[in-house]
């Protein structure tokens, strides 16, 4: 007899709140940490809104922001993105540029819903593969 696979019971919206960086506790193969970044995830029908702002290791700010409903591919910057809720409670989005997956970030929640742990891996044009570990906290 096979064990049947367990479900999480998280949902979209355990992710929804406003997150700032722990750089202590990131790690990035590909660049620096930055300085810090902020985070901020809304529900939207069919999906979720994304913001994020962020001050890099030299000090250069930057934002992006989007609408992503899921399981639906949405151009941003010349990529696909195409974010997903999977069964194990994993918020993942898949990035992927002509065909081909560029990049997959994995979003983890700790147990009592403070910490999230963003696990982005991929492969750079020169087929060098990275990771990086992002861990934020929740604000609000």
């Not at 709140?17 to 029908?45: D, F, H, R, T």
């Not at 949405?74 to 997956?101: F, I, S, Y």
């Amino acid at each position: 007899m096979t064990a049947k696979k367990k479900e999480s019971k998280v949902t979209a919206a355990d992710f929804v709140g406003a997150w700032e960086l722990v750089p202590a506790e990131s790690k990035y193969a590909m660049q620096q940490v930055p300085q810090e970044a902020k985070l901020e995830i809304k529900n939207e029908k069919g999906g979720l809104f994304m913001r994020l702002e962020w001050v890099d290791h030299v000090g250069a700010k930057g934002e992006i922001d989007h609408s992503f409903p899921f399981k639906q591919a949405v151009m941003v910057n010349g990529t696909e993105h195409t974010l997903t809720l999977n069964d194990d409670g994993v918020l993942e989005t898949v990035v992927q540029k002509d065909g081909e997956e560029y990049s997959r970030t994995r979003r983890t929640l700790s147990a009592d819903g403070k910490k999230m742990e963003l696990t982005q891996l991929g492969t750079l044009p020169n087929k060098e593969s990275f990771s990086n570990v992002s861990v934020y906290r929740r604000v609000k």
